[in-house]
């Protein structure tokens, strides 16, 4: 039986992806945001998921204005990395896993959330720029993995309980799977940032710091935020949180936070990333959970304010 | 027709991309959306006006993308996502952008992210209602935003649009 074994949260910055591809990960300002994801990626390289769920959201990049679907889930072989207007990013092809996406995308539309089957697209740096911070740059990814497109570019995106109840869904989905897989659920996007606008540049580093609480511990909380409190606190593109909260309910009640990492910015944005285990069952608290908690926090910039 | 008025509104400094904006701004994004292709770049820059004729723009939103303002074309209905597609063909990187949306050099405006962005206090509310805690009404009315070009005028009809007034003539 397949069954979620974590849930990682990361910011999915464009610029961290330029920085990437251009050789800029060494430069101070970059170094301070690459620091926070070491820790990361040796958790990713020892837990050695089988397959990942990456819940993202397209940039007009394989969705325009013609079509906007709500929850798009990708059941294709592979992914394509997006041209976004500078060439496609030097990352590997997607590999997807289709039948576990064929198998949640049934199960979920029976459990009456109605996503679209998507069996051609392109994904963009909303993708890849989680996959190269928790797997580096390796020639191909090590393992499938399953996206699922969130619109959140148009208003209204879902709110926030119906992501954290598809997440459900996807969970109910996944342990109805009969292969033996491990599987990791990304939430990505976030945190608080306005690109739009002459309130451009905003930054709201206490309301990120209490979502990042509240995700560990109440995450029933955030599934009551309404979008105007995220547009208002979190800036207008910062409404992206929502996807993290699809990660959150795919896992269990009960988990353990093993790590996090916040600094401001990145590019126009806060980064905030977090790593949440489910336990195993009749396992009590994991003994290591909480070491590599904040570790990277004296990698982090001083953040002037809250 | 004018717009509906919506609660988020009240957003100092914020055009939420709502169906309404992307019903109206459908072929303004969609053209930004052709500049994806090399070819549609180098027409466009060829003869922009000529170009921007493929589209059914109203008067407004051509003006708004001739004249490179960023606010504007986000009132007439583009997205962010769409319209930095239009920065990338000028070759200006985002920060170059926002810094036109913010009314400031892209020096100031990568200060301001430095050290640590835009602070929220004070940029709430229009209205100084709704806020969260025990902050008071009108306490954190929003700062004034400096304009980029002809912004500043239609600010001032901006709170006259709830009487009705007519977005596409404003500006």
């Given at each position: ?10 910011s ?19 170094k ?29 990049s394989?969705f ?42 049934q ?53 926030g309980?119906?992501?954290f ?34 309130r ?5 580093s ?7 609480d ?9 599934t ?10 979190a ?22 936070e ?44 001083d953040?002037?304010?809250? | ?29 969609m ?18 006006a000529?170009?921007?004729d493929?589209f ?13 303002q ?9 997205n ?13 990187s985002f ?22 962005g ?22 954190h009315?929003?700062k004034?935003f400096?304009?980029?070009?002809k ?9 006259k ?11």
């Amino acid at each position: 039986m397949a069954r979620i074994i974590a849930g990682v949260a990361s910011s999915h910055v464009p610029a961290i992806g330029a920085a990437i591809d251009n050789k800029k990960t060494e430069e101070p300002y970059w170094k301070r945001v690459f620091s926070g994801f070491e820790k990361s990626k040796q958790w990713m390289a020892e837990t050695k998921p089988d397959v990942a769920i990456v819940v993202y959201n397209d940039h007009a990049s394989a969705f325009s204005m013609e079509i906007i679907p709500t929850f798009a889930l990708g059941c294709a072989a592979e992914f394509p990395p997006a041209d976004e207007g500078w060439g496609p990013r030097p990352v590997p092809v997607v590999k997807g896993h289709p039948t576990l996406a064929s198998h949640i995308a049934q199960s979920v539309i029976l459990d009456e959330f109605d996503l679209t089957v998507v069996n051609k697209m392109e994904v963009d740096h909303g993708l890849t720029v989680p996959m190269n911070l928790l797997f580096g740059s390796p020639q191909k990814w090590p393992c499938p993995i399953i996206p699922l497109a969130v619109n959140v570019v148009m208003y209204p995106p879902p709110t926030g309980h119906r992501c954290f109840m598809l997440g459900r869904a996807i969970r109910k989905a996944v342990e109805s799977y009969p292969e033996d897989l491990r599987v990791v659920v990304f939430g990505t996007g976030g945190m608080s940032h306005q690109i739009s606008g002459p309130r451009a540049g905003l930054i709201n580093s206490k309301f990120d710091k209490a979502f990042l609480d509240n995700l560990t511990k109440d995450p029933k909380k955030l599934t009551k935020i309404p979008h105007l409190e995220y547009m208002r606190e979190a800036g207008a593109e910062g409404i992206e949180m929502v996807m993290w909260l699809i990660m959150r309910g795919a896992l269990d009640d009960k988990i353990d936070e093993v790590y996090r990492f916040y600094t401001v910015p990145a590019s126009n944005t806060a980064v905030g990333h977090i790593i949440l285990e489910n336990r195993r069952k009749g396992e009590g608290k994991r003994k290591h959970a909480g070491k590599l908690k904040h570790a990277a926090a004296r990698a982090k910039l001083d953040v002037r304010r809250g | 027709m004018a717009r509906t008025q919506q609660v988020y509104d009240d957003i100092p400094g914020t055009f939420v991309f709502d169906a309404e904006r992307a019903k109206e701004g459908y072929h303004l994004n969609m053209f930004c959306m052709s500049l994806m292709k090399d070819e549609n770049r180098k027409a466009f820059k060829a003869d922009e006006a000529k170009y921007l004729d493929r589209f059914p723009l109203t008067q407004a939103q051509r003006d708004a993308i001739l004249n490179r303002q960023y606010n504007r074309m986000l009132e007439l209905g583009g997205n962010i996502y769409f319209t930095a597609k239009l920065g990338a063909t000028d070759g200006h990187s985002f920060q170059h952008i926002a810094a036109i949306m913010t009314g400031s050099t892209q020096d100031e405006y990568a200060k301001m992210m430095l050290a640590g962005g835009r602070s929220i206090e004070g940029n709430r509310s229009k209205s100084g209602l709704d806020l969260p805690g025990k902050s008071g009404k009108g306490k954190h009315k929003a700062k004034g935003f400096k304009a980029e070009g002809k912004r500043k005028k239609s600010k001032k009809s901006k709170s006259k649009s709830k009487s009705g007034k007519k977005r596409s003539k404003r500006g």
